[in-house]
T-cell receptor, first 113, second 110 residues
Framework: ETGVTQSPTHLIKTRGQQVTLRCSSQ?????VSWYQQALGQGPQFIFQ???????GRGNFPPRFSGLQFPNYSSELNVNALELDDSALYLC????????????FGSGTQLSVL | RKEVEQDPGPFNVPEGATVAFNCTYS??????FFWYRQDCRKEPKLLMS???SGNEDGRFTAQLNRASQYISLLIRDSKLSDSATYLC???????????FGPGTRLSVLP
């Protein structure tokens, strides 16, 4: 096990609603990144947080936002949900070193109806 | 052109076979490279890092060709447990953007 935990594991929402996904990083890791994985595709980078600051963002609209807390846990918030937001959302933590490796949580499966 | 492209797959091979996956990337400033493995409905897990000198871990060998912007993964003596999707990962110059390829699915058949 990686020590990265995500909650909830599954979630069903309707279009237009808002959702908050949570992630606890592995002990000793100060960097958290979030990914969206649609069925049959590779994970797509949403953003990364390092010591509570966003320090990288992929090609996602502003309605995707996040937070990192002093204990390095993190939240992903998505506003105004769209049907295409249905996907597996993965959180990964790392130690911020140059050759950093990602340790993933088991993900949150979001379905937007 | 996509940032990271992989063999489309799926690859269906018998046990004991040798199989090779290819990956190309577009950003010549990329600094780090990895192969991840993802089982069905599970999270990706690191398989191995990829270095310019090439590296081997048991039955797995990874190669990087920076001039051609090409990465490969070779699996020898395939096992049933190798069945999974293999994801090529390329990290940008500042280390904060991990770009995943679409993955190549491998099925090892008895």
């Amino acid at each position: 096990e990686t020590g990265v935990t995500q909650s909830p594991t599954h979630l069903i929402k309707t279009r237009g609603q808002q959702v908050t996904l949570r992630c606890s990083s592995q002990s000793g890791h100060n960097t958290v990144s979030w990914y969206q994985q649609a069925l049959g595709q590779g994970p797509q980078f949403i953003f990364q947080y390092y010591r509570e600051e966003e320090n990288g963002r992929g090609n996602f609209p502003p309605r995707f936002s996040g937070l990192q807390f002093p204990n390095y846990s993190s939240e992903l918030n998505v506003n105004a949900l769209e049907l295409d937001d249905s996907a597996l959302y993965l959180c990964a933590s790392s130690d911020g070193q140059p050759d950093e490796k990602l340790f993933f949580g088991s993900g949150t499966q979001l379905s937007v109806l | 052109r996509k940032e990271v492209e992989q063999d489309p797959g799926p690859f269906n091979v018998p046990e004991g076979a040798t199989v090779a996956f290819n990956c190309t990337y577009s950003n010549s400033a990329s600094q780090s490279f990895f192969w991840y493995r993802q089982d069905c409905r599970k999270e990706p897990k690191l398989l191995m890092s990829v270095y310019s000198s090439g590296n081997e871990d048991g039955r797995f060998t990874a190669q990087l060709n920076r001039a051609s912007q090409y990465i490969s993964l070779l699996i020898r003596d395939s096992k049933l447990s190798d069945s999974a999707t293999y994801l090529c990962v390329v990290v940008g110059p500042y280390g904060q953007n991990f770009v995943f390829g679409p993955g190549t699915r491998l099925s090892v058949l008895p």
